[in-house]
């Protein structure tokens, strides 16, 4: 709250809080509110302000606002004197103002503050009713929203220019192609200047063999003359791909509807294979249906997109190794402060109580129980980060032991009901399969926690047919799948990590109508292998 912020609107005269039932109301309402004199000395603030800004009360009551709760930068604004006395002329300027308030620890928050002038019997201005609420989590989202739209922008302005580009070229293809087939049908010895002359692959089919071709087609395909004149369609096609060729010739005779783009193999002179990419047509050649094709060799394409997906498989490989590498070390580092530290802490205990048998009554009494008390705090803290890097009842107990406990904690430590079932089948999943799954759900709840603002977590747990369901439901705030935000990172690696062990990650969730979101996975590991 700056100095500037200091106004209201002009009301009745009224008193300040002197009865017992409004100092308690204010005391205990759940909004920030101060009180201050003409001169901008805070002479009241509720146990809520003071708790949000966190100063002691000494510290902010009968002092000025400048220099406690408004920085001493943004204190340069009109004078207190000048802002309560354009409260007099203009009580609207300043009811309601957004300002950057600082706290007791440093951190700066924006406050939304309503100003209501304080007023003595004789209208003359006693002070000023600012009543505050925290806006900086909404400050901080515009701030963020912004951004994304920047970047939205920004990367729609590419995009169309890229849809613009494609979209012209797009139509000078089809312009030329549609030009060619009508001077095919206009003339054919036009449409030989034209289609020999072509930057691509020409050729006529008719009864499975190739009654046409233009010289570009030689170069596309890697075949030499006499084989295209002599040898069927089928022929030069991969094995693999001539079904679906021919059953497309056939119904494009017959006149079907049929996609004139697609993609297949052939078999070059040289045993190699390569990509084609096909626009066919319909026309009449000698008096009978036949079918024009385009073809465009995207081998190289095709090659890297292999490329590209290969890499992607290593990608989800080396990111689920290295989540399970730091399980794995996460578990080594909890067994040696257990087997070490826990233990080494645990004889030291016993030993102290052994010495503290063997000295005089009352003799360092006070010391030895201090020590004590700090070994065991040490032993408890302990405990505690080697449940936090590994929880030991997962390699002990098991996947739904794990869960179970995880619920205890979050309704101990968050205060949110937390529901369990289970089909009660033993499930023998495999040890990667566990952690893989145990740290999906502890990030889900974790986000629940964080951002749902749930009353209750209920998880479901069961198999079928060899495969392991997880459901993780809460009664939260909801949002758009497609709009996750701050969350989508963390989903997006659940979904891949799940992915490498052919598993699967759906979200189901409206705003005000809660989350669900459901996993799963084999009960044991097959990895998906990266190719290349």
């Known amino acids: 709250m700056r100095n500037a912020q200091l106004g209201g609107k002009k009301r009745a005269p009224q008193k300040r809080p002197s009865s017992v039932s409004s100092t308690t109301m204010l005391q205990n309402a759940k909004a920030i509110i101060l009180q201050l004199d ?44 000048n802002v ?23 951190e700066r928050r924006w406050i939304l503050w309503a100003n209501t002038p304080l ?13 505050g609420q925290d806006v900086t989590d909404r400050k901080w ?15 729609v302005n590419r995009e169309t220019a890229e849809l613009v580009r494609a979209y012209e070229k797009l139509q000078q293809e089809t312009s030329e192609r549609k030009w060619a087939e009508d001077v095919l049908r206009a003339s054919e010895e036009k449409y030989r200047l034209v289609v020999e ?21 030689l170069r596309v395909l ?75 060799n995207i081998t190289e394409r095709k090659r890297a997109e292999a490329e590209v997906q290969a890499y992607q498989e290593q990608l ?26 826990g233990q080494t802490l645990a004889l030291t205990k016993i030993k102290l109580g052994a010495l503290e048998a063997q000295l005089p009554p009352g003799h360092l009494s006070d010391e030895s129980s201090f020590i004590r008390s700090l070994i065991d705090r040490t032993i408890q803290y ?58 999906a759900v502890r990030e889900l709840v974790m986000n629940i926690i964080k951002h749902a603002h749930a009353q209750k977590i209920r998880i479901a747990i069961y198999q079928a047919d060899n495969t392991l369901h997880v459901d993780v439901e809460d009664d939260g705030v909801g949002f758009v799948p497609s709009r996750a935000g701050r969350n989508s990172f963390g989903f997006f690696s659940i979904r891949e990590r799940l992915n490498h062990f052919s598993g699967t990650f759906h979200i189901d969730s409206e705003p005000g109508r809660g989350t669900r979101v459901s996993l799963t996975a084999p009960l044991s590991t097959k990895r998906r292998s990266a190719r290349g």
Not at 84 to 106: F, M, W
Not at 197 to 217: L, R
């Open 38 to 81: 003409p001169g901008g000395t805070v002479t009241f603030l509720n146990t809520f302000a003071e708790a949000f800004f966190g100063f002691p009360r000494r510290e902010i009551l009968h002092r000025h606002v400048a220099g406690t709760i408004v920085p001493e930068e943004n204190a340069d604004g009109p004078s207190l004197l």
């Open 84 to 106: 309560l006395h354009s409260l007099q002329s203009d009580p609207e300027r300043y009811a309601k103002v957004e300002s950057e308030n600082l706290c007791h620890n440093g």
């Open 119 to 131: 007023r003595n019997s004789q209208g003359e201005l006693t002070g000023l009713l600012c009543v």
């Open 141 to 155: 989202e515009e701030e963020f929203l912004r951004n994304c739209c920047g970047e939205l922008q920004e990367k």
């Open 197 to 217: 002359n072509a930057s691509e692959a020409i050729v006529i089919i008719q009864d499975n063999y190739i009654q046409y071709f233009n010289p570009k087609t």
């Open 222 to 296: 890697n075949h030499p003359a006499d084989t295209l004149t002599t040898r069927t369609v089928d022929e030069v096609i991969h094995p693999d791909d001539r079904d679906m060729s021919r059953n497309r010739r056939l119904r494009m005779i017959k006149g079907e509807s049929v996609p004139s783009n697609f993609c297949c193999r052939i078999i070059d002179k040289d045993g190699g294979m390569r990509w084609l990419e096909i626009n066919s047509v319909l026309i009449t050649w000698m008096g009978r249906p036949a079918i024009l094709s385009f073809f465009n």
């Open 316 to 341: 989800r490989s080396l990111a689920s190794e290295l989540s399970l590498a730091e399980e794995r070390e996460r578990r080594r580092l909890a067994t040696n402060l257990h087997d070490h530290i």
């Open 382 to 439: 302990t405990k505690s980060l080697t449940f936090e890097l590994s929880p030991p009842i997962l390699y002990e107990l098991g996947f739904e032991a794990t869960i179970e406990w995880l619920g205890e904690q979050v309704q101990k430590d968050h205060q949110i009901h937390f529901e369990l079932r289970s089909d009660g089948k033993q499930k023998a999943l495999g040890r990667d399969i566990s952690v893989l799954m145990f740290q």
